[in-house]
T-cell receptor, first 115, second 114 residues
């Protein structure tokens, strides 16, 4: 079946602009995660959704970052007033809650470049 | 809080020789442990996982890892490196009692020398 997809694959924007990054999880996966991978680093947790609600947003770096998942499937990560330090690869992962393992399946990521 | 330590950010191995990537973890609860591989311009791929079953875990592409609770380690090994093993490898810990958020190590960039 289809895996996790993310769009766009690349996004270049100017400092101060607003961006939206989209994640389509595996069908039926109720848990969804966003991570950010800066250059030369491992991914870092941003936010976790259980269904439609954000169960843990403790990884969001500041209030410029926000994410939604209104129907419990597709999620959008929104970044306001982008800064050059926001440049990174943003990864989405989904997981089947109650499944035999707690494996997360990752999408290919969106590479965000803030000029 | 949970965390992972991976030393040796860059590792060079000769083709056909063993690969050893070290990982030590810290977790308040009984952890799940994973190794993921990331090839250039590709997504993260799960190599193997430990979730409290057998302590010696076999994964894809000939990799395996051994969970040692007394040493809080989960080192990744492969008997013979192949050119296609050149990639970045991440050791990851997850708290199964919580929301299963993943904590990644900084990664090992593996270079395979022909």
């Amino acid at each position: 079946g289809a895996g996790v997809s993310q769009t766009p694959s690349n996004k270049v924007t100017e400092k101060g602009k607003y961006v939206e990054l989209r994640c389509d999880p595996i069908s039926g996966h109720t848990a969804l995660y966003w991570y950010r991978q800066s250059l030369g680093q491992g991914p870092e947790f941003l936010i976790y959704f259980q269904g439609t609600g954000a169960a843990d947003d403790s990884g969001l770096p500041n209030d410029r970052f926000f994410a939604v998942r209104p129907e419990g499937s597709v999620s959008t990560l929104k970044i306001q007033r982008t800064e050059r330090g926001d440049s990174a690869v943003y990864l989405c992962a989904s997981r089947q809650e109650g499944g035999p393992t707690n494996e997360q399946f990752f999408g290919p990521g969106t590479r965000l470049t803030v000029l | 809080a949970q965390s992972v330590t991976q030393l040796d950010s860059h590792v060079s191995v000769s083709e056909g020789t063993p690969v050893l990537l070290r990982c030590n973890y810290s977790s308040s609860y009984s952890p799940s442990l994973f190794w993921y591989v990331q090839h250039p311009n590709k997504g993260l791929q799960l190599l193997l996982k430990y979730t409290s079953a057998a302590t010696l875990v076999k994964g894809i592409n000939g990799f395996e890892a051994e969970f040692k609770k007394s040493e809080t380690s989960f080192h990744l090994t492969k008997p013979s490196a192949h050119m296609s093993d050149a990639a970045e490898y991440f050791c990851v810990v997850s708290d199964r009692r919580g929301n299963n958020r993943l904590a990644f190590g900084k990664g090992n960039q593996v270079v395979v020398i022909p």
